[in-house]
């Protein structure tokens, strides 16, 4: 069993910076596909960002956080991160973090994804 663990959330000015990570423990990541994805207040959970190894880590982002946000891990330390730069208002949302072992799914569908952490909560004051 794959246990994720957030980290990192908080509360900051538009423009600001946030490094989200995700822990995990049980299993090795090195081999999963990992994803972030978040869900805003009323709002269905969405899509943030991906990477899954395809000969080399290949990166997927959603057209809203690209050129903002970078998706990186360090196999040595079995975590991912989120580093979230230039952040708006509008991603205020609780940031959760995915894991998919077997790799054979799309990499923005939640259902692809069989373990997730507890979530984070990102704020950005306007």
């Known amino acids: 069993q794959t246990q994720l663990v957030e980290s990192g959330g908080g509360l900051v000015q538009a423009g600001g910076s946030l490094r989200l990570s995700c822990a995990a423990s049980?299993?090795?990541?090195?081999?999963?596909?990992m994803g972030w994805f978040r869900q805003a207040p009323g709002k269905e959970r969405e899509f943030v960002a991906a990477?899954?190894?395809?000969?080399?880590?290949?990166?997927y982002y959603a057209d809203s956080v690209k050129g903002r946000f970078t998706m990186s891990r360090d196999n040595a330390k079995n975590t991912v991160y989120l580093q979230m730069n230039s952040l708006k208002p509008e991603d205020t949302a609780v940031y959760y973090c995915a894991a998919d072992p077997s790799g054979g799914g799309t990499y923005y569908r939640t259902a692809d994804y069989a373990f997730w952490g507890q979530g984070t909560q990102v704020t950005v004051s306007s």
């Open positions: 049980g299993r090795t990541l090195s081999s999963y596909v």
């Open positions: 990477m899954r190894w395809r000969g080399g880590y290949t990166y």
